[in-house]
Structure formats: C-alpha cells, structure tokens
C-alpha cells in the first residue's frame, strides 16, 4: 500500500510539472484569452497537456491557434479524470468548423474570432479535436 501512494505522489508532480510547462522541455503555459463567442457545452476533462493549458477552479482551460494548415502548440493528447471540464479556445485565421468527436460538439469558427467550447468527461475513451477545411486534429482528449 505504500508503494502505491508513492507511484501517486510521482504521478501527481508529474502533473504538475507538465501544468507548469517544465515537461519535455515545454514553454511556460501561454494566457488564454476568453472567448468572444458562445460556449457549448459536453463531455471531457484533462490532466496531461500542451504548453498553453491552465488549470483554473473551474477547470482546464487550452489555447489553440491555427493559421493555414499549422497548429500551434501542435497536437498532442490531454488526459483528464472523468467529471472534470476541459474548456478549448481556438482562433483560426479562415473560417471553418470545430469538432470535438465523442462529445457531439461542432460549431463554427469565424475568422480572427476566439471560439470556445467546454467538453466534461462522462466516459472513458480517447477522442480527436478537428477542424474540417483543412481536416486538421487539433489535439487528443483521453477521458480516464
């Protein structure tokens, strides 16, 4: 039992060092700006993620930019516990379409406009984040 609340304590640090952007040899995590646009709401959460993720009371927060077909910061997967929210704002420079697969989310993105939507994870699985024109994912949730 004690092993196992040591392999806790080094998974919690990890986390947290991933939170501060010190993993991998990440930048800093980046502000997100708040969205401008209305925010839909499903299910999804996070605890493993890139650089310009926050973690606030109300949750997860990532910023996500697409200009062309470049996704910065580029995809990577984010692991959430089940319950807990992930909120994802994007600003493309074209407008398109966001989707979030597993959580019937879809909106559209208007051009320059930071869109945002807020997933809460209800089941475990791990789901892709697109945009369709280009198709490009945008990141990886994987609800634990």
């Known amino acids: 039992m004690r092993r196992l609340t040591s392999v806790a304590t080094v998974g919690v640090a990890a986390t947290v060092l991933t ?3 010190c993993s991998s040899g990440t930048p800093a995590p980046a502000a ?10 499903s299910s999804s959460s996070s605890s493993t993620a890139p650089a310009t993720t926050s973690t606030t009371s109300s949750g997860r ?4 930019t697409v200009t062309g077909s470049k996704v910065d910061p ?3 997967q984010v692991d959430l516990p089940v319950g807990q929210t992930l909120t994802i704002t994007v600003t493309s420079d074209h407008n398109d379409e966001l989707h979030a697969h597993g959580f019937d989310v879809e909106v559209p993105l208007k051009a320059g406009v930071p869109t945002s939507i807020t997933l809460t994870g209800k089941e475990p ?6 945009t369709h ?3 490009l994912t945008l990141l990886t949730v994987a609800v634990r």
């Open 19 to 21: 939170l501060a952007g």
């Open 32 to 41: 997100t700006k708040p969205a401008t646009t209305p925010s839909s709401s």
């Open 61 to 64: 927060t990532l910023a996500v």
């Open 74 to 76: 580029a995809p990577a």
């Open 125 to 130: 699985g791990v789901f892709e984040v697109e």
């Open 133 to 135: 024109e280009p198709s």
